[in-house]
């Protein structure tokens, strides 16, 4: 299986890219990003953090070939700088990385409601064939008997036959 190269921070080139600026679209290493945080321009930037950054994978606007910076919520749909001021200036929007980790949170908790939804499902079938399957084994139990009493029955009165007739 190939692997992928190791990132190197695009601003020294010496640490390994473990940080992603998503403004400005490059990997830092931690001494890079805290020097880029420290200065005014981008305080404010948000990161992505990890082993598994592909800075590849950005979403641009196909319109404008702008990454998507907002998530309008009247839209429902994330929008880059310019279509936040042409399409969607009055709409309520939100950053990008705080709308996707709400929608994660989101997603998260639906998961785990279906996941005790399923538990409880699966501890009442489990229940309900352990009675089925008792119920079973009465039914065998009872048809057992009974077919053990009727054999009995026969067996007796072929025996008070047979012996009338050797008498």
Not at 94 to 106: N, P, Q, V
Request: proline content about 2%.
């Amino acid at each position: 299986m190939a692997q992928a190269a190791a990132s190197t921070c695009e601003i020294c080139t010496a640490g390994p890219g473990e940080h992603y600026c998503q403004q400005c679209d490059q990997l830092f290493c931690g001494s890079c990003k805290l020097s880029h945080l420290r200065t005014k321009i981008s305080k404010n930037h948000t990161f992505l953090s990890g082993p598994s950054i592909n800075k590849e994978e950005k979403l641009f606007c196909t319109e404008h070939e702008e990454m998507f910076l907002f998530y309008c919520d009247d839209c429902d749909t994330p929008v880059c700088r310019i279509c936040s001021v042409e399409k969607h200036s009055r709409h309520l929007m939100t950053d990008l990385t705080k709308s996707a980790e709400k929608i994660r949170f989101e997603v998260v908790k639906n998961i785990e409601a279906k996941v005790t939804t399923s538990k409880v499902n699966l501890s009442k079938i489990e229940k309900e064939t352990k009675t089925y399957r008792d119920e079973i084994k009465a039914v065998i139990k009872t048809i057992t008997e009974e077919g053990n009493y009727w054999k009995n029955l026969i067996d007796k009165k072929y025996m008070k036959m047979v012996l009338i007739k050797l008498f």
